[in-house]
């Protein structure tokens, strides 16, 4: 895609199949991430506090120049800095198949399992599947500018979704109504809550705002935090956490593709600009939990219309805008013409491509099959296990044996992945780095520091930026440029 670096961050849900458990999914986070580091030796660990919820040794950066840590005790990782989507693609299942093969020489198969979904039916919990896009300082960053990109964020859902069954509770979650600031729970008081059998969204529930600094408990249409992560003089890091995680390929690819190409759109001022939704927070839930599958948006201007004719003005203005530009671009184009023609129709002509429309077609084939209801606790756990990362367990898995499911990449390049950055970006260079320090043999683990190294540790890390003992600080802070050849001669020099 043109002048885009794209990022994606996954939190996997950890499932204990035992009744009563001898450790907790935290205890077996733990066991995998030491594994990879210490065993595997994929990548160094972090020698310096990244944070007050990040010590040393929480998490380090891997051959493939992704990192993997712990985030609140569940394992997370974060994809390298990739310019193309079939890149990103690579890299996002490589993530994958590293913990399942952690998961698989642990001895752990049978124990547990690796859930790469957002929702945790029994607590109600949630956790995150974030995207990242590199655009420019000159994007309008405000609400006006911002607009357009909350009215596609909204109705994308519809191909975007990974699905879920059920609903979760009412959040808890403070919101600004005029000058007041009130608690969301109570716009709903007195409301009648009923049985939802089947959303196209795991995040939906949990988004109670439209522009927020914050990741947690008060998450976001539009993740406002200004950490570019790069030259904060040329670049801005659109940082988004309201979409699913995805296990088909396809639907990842035009996720980020759509995405990147409506940024290009309001970064030169050519998005469609007479959208504004109304509530956009109850929107996207309400799209989600619509049950007919209409999907009708009411505008500002007071006007109703489908979230598949707003997702068609935002297509339509790419494709006079962009057709032609690249020929990743001209698959997004014509992918998202696609998908948009056949959700008018029969949702089974998505499987295989749009998630929640597969999942959708399993549990419907399924309750047909047993003559279950919606309610039935069976139909959660599949819900599960259309997620599972384990290949001959996990249903998304099952459907791509039947050849149901078209492939962006392929297994050799998703096995290069695992150990190799994109060499068109940052990642290479931050590669070379990882490369090097293994090289150089077995560095103390972060407990066994002596004192003076725990203030000067052998090596920190960070994305736009590294240090080696002795050496002066590298910084990287154009992800566009690769820095190997540079990288390597500052670790040569003495």
């Not at 999914?25 to 994929?42: E, M």
């Not at 993530?95 to 001895?107: H, N, W």
């Not at 009215?151 to 979704?161: E, K, P, S």
């Amino acid at each position: 895609m043109l002048n885009r670096i794209f990022g994606l961050e996954t939190e996997y849900g950890l499932l204990v199949n035992q009744d009563r458990p001898d450790h907790t999914p935290t205890w077996f986070a733990h066991q995998i991430r030491d594994h990879l580091f210490q065993s595997q030796r994929r990548g160094v660990l972090d020698l310096h506090h990244r944070g007050h919820d990040e010590p040393p040794g929480n998490g380090g950066f891997l051959t493939n120049a992704g990192r993997m840590y712990l985030d609140m005790g569940h394992l997370e990782y974060a994809s390298p800095e990739c310019q193309s989507l079939v890149d990103l693609v690579a890299v996002d299942r490589a993530g994958d198949q590293v913990l399942q093969q952690a998961i698989e020489e642990l001895g752990f198969g049978e124990t547990i399992s690796l859930i790469k979904n957002n929702i945790d039916h029994e607590t109600d919990a949630t956790f995150g599947s974030h995207e990242n896009y590199l655009v420019t300082r000159r994007f309008p960053f405000s609400r006006r500018g911002l607009s357009p990109l909350v009215t596609f964020l909204v109705t994308r859902q519809i191909f975007t979704g990974s699905g879920r069954v059920g609903a979760a509770s009412p959040q808890d979650a403070w919101i600004q109504m005029d000058r007041l600031i009130i608690p969301r729970a109570a716009l709903h008081q007195g409301s009648p809550q009923t049985m939802i059998p089947f959303q196209i969204s795991q995040r939906a529930d949990h988004i109670v705002n439209d522009f927020f600094e914050w990741v947690q408990q008060n998450r976001a249409i539009v993740n406002t935090r200004d950490e570019p992560l790069a030259d904060p003089n040329q670049y801005r890091r659109i940082h988004l956490l309201l979409g699913d995680s995805n296990m088909a390929e396809f639907a990842t690819a035009l996720k980020m593709g759509t995405t990147g190409l409506v940024l290009q759109l309001i970064e030169e001022g050519k998005a469609p600009r007479d959208l504004d939704i109304d509530e956009p927070v109850e929107t996207l839930q309400e799209i989600s939990q619509d049950q007919e599958r209409q999907w009708v948006v009411r505008l500002l201007s007071g006007k109703s219309i489908s979230a598949i004719d707003i997702q068609e003005r935002f297509l339509a203005a790419a494709r006079d805008a962009y057709a032609g530009q690249d020929e990743e671009t001209d698959w997004v184009l014509a992918q998202w013409e696609a998908v948009l023609t056949d959700l008018r129709g029969d949702y089974t002509k998505l499987v295989g491509r749009v998630d929640w429309a597969s999942k959708l077609w399993l549990l419907e084939s399924f309750r047909e099959a047993e003559h279950l209801e919606w309610h039935d606790p069976t139909l959660k756990s599949l819900d599960l296990e259309y997620h599972n990362l384990r290949p001959d367990r996990g249903l998304y898995f099952g459907l791509l044996e039947e050849g149901r499911v078209p492939r962006m990449t392929t297994d050799k390049a998703i096995a290069l992945a695992t150990e190799h950055p994109p060499r068109n970006t940052r990642a290479f260079g931050r590669g070379e780095l990882i490369r090097h320090l293994l090289a150089a043999g077995p560095i103390a683990e972060p407990g066994d520091a002596a004192p003076d190294e725990r203030y000067f540790p052998a090596y920190v890390i960070n994305w736009s930026i590294f240090q080696v003992r002795g050496r002066t600080p590298f910084p990287m802070p154009d992800p566009f440029k690769t820095y190997a050849q540079e990288v390597r001669s500052h670790l040569q020099s003495v």
